[in-house]
């Protein structure tokens, strides 16, 4: 995530939990600048979770340092979504992960592009995903001149 210096780069290589492939994911400017300062704040960085949970035994078995689980992602999307002043219900880590490939498809309409950003195998997953339907692709059809 970290550049050799310690500058949080703009790009930064995941592998998905469900499938295995390796995602890209593209970092914005006020992404990258409140990562750059969480690390330097909590000494995460190199050789840590970026993210650690703060439970170090389970069972009187030393874990030692653990990504947060994501029952803890769940529960901070939804207290960073009340600090907001938003309906906490209204979001999840799903749909924020949906609302940018969402964006994205809206200002390109680039199933694509979007099938590639999120991993899917295929293109029929991704507009399942978006929740793009026949009436809409027909109607995206129609309205596209050619001439």
Not at 16 to 39: D, F, Y
Request: with cysteine; hydrophobic share 35%.
């Amino acid at each position: 995530m970290t550049d050799s210096q310690g500058i949080v780069r703009g790009e930064c290589s995941t592998t998905q939990q469900k499938t295995n492939k390796v995602v890209t994911v593209n970092l914005g400017e006020t992404t990258r600048e409140a990562l750059q300062t969480w690390i330097e704040v909590s000494g995460n960085g190199k050789d840590k979770y970026l993210f650690s949970s703060r439970t170090k035994r389970y069972n009187r078995i030393e874990l030692g340092q653990q990504p947060i689980s994501q029952i803890q992602y769940q529960r901070l999307v939804k207290s960073w979504m009340e600090l907001l002043g938003v309906a906490a219900d209204d979001y999840s880590t799903h749909s924020l992960r949906k609302t940018k490939a969402s964006a994205i498809y809206d200002a390109t309409k680039n199933v694509e592009a979007v099938r590639q950003l999120l991993g899917h195998a295929s293109v029929a997953a991704t507009s399942a995903y978006l929740g793009i339907e026949q009436a809409k692709a027909l109607d995206i059809a129609k309205n596209h001149k050619m001439f």
